[in-house]
């Protein structure tokens, strides 16, 4: 299976030893748009409002090829910050990206209780929690 890992960029350090195990496990694996970059959002922002703004727009519009690309979306959602099994708003629409595109989704946690729960339960998520050899 093609599949397109999501997550927080404050998780990117978790990234390769997942990426890993699903190659093992035969999948291919698209990694998260600044990967290799991961501050580079800090540093648009530093540019001034209409830098970030253009930048972040296009992270965005990518998020259409990245996903359609790909049979599944494998989001890492960890605990930031106290809080548990977290999803932010950039990895929340590569979800509801991959809704739209009929795509698999899973969770590598529980879904978090937060305000986007309701949403992710009605887009069919399913949490592997943790269980790499899950996602098929």
């Not at 530093?46 to 930048?55: D, M, S, V």
């Not at 990518?62 to 990895?91: P, R, W």
């Not at 991959?98 to 998520?125: H, R, T, W």
Request: hydrophobic share 40%.
């Amino acid at each position: 299976m093609k599949i397109f890992i999501a997550c927080s960029k404050h998780f990117y350090d978790k990234i390769l030893p997942i990426k890993e195990r699903l190659e093992n496990l035969g999948h291919s694996v698209k990694l998260p748009n600044s990967f290799d970059a991961p501050m580079k959002e800090e540093e648009m922002k530093n540019k001034g409002a209409e830098e970030h703004r253009a930048w972040k727009s296009a992270m965005l519009r990518k998020d259409h090829e990245n996903i359609g690309a790909n049979d599944a979306v494998v989001v890492l959602n960890f605990e930031k910050k106290g809080q548990a099994n977290y999803i932010g708003g950039a990895t929340f629409l590569e979800i509801a990206k991959a809704f739209e595109l009929e795509k698999k989704i899973f969770l590598y946690n529980p879904v978090p209780e937060n305000i986007f729960k309701d949403e992710l339960l009605g887009m069919g998520v399913t949490v592997i929690n943790g269980d790499l050899s899950n996602v098929r």
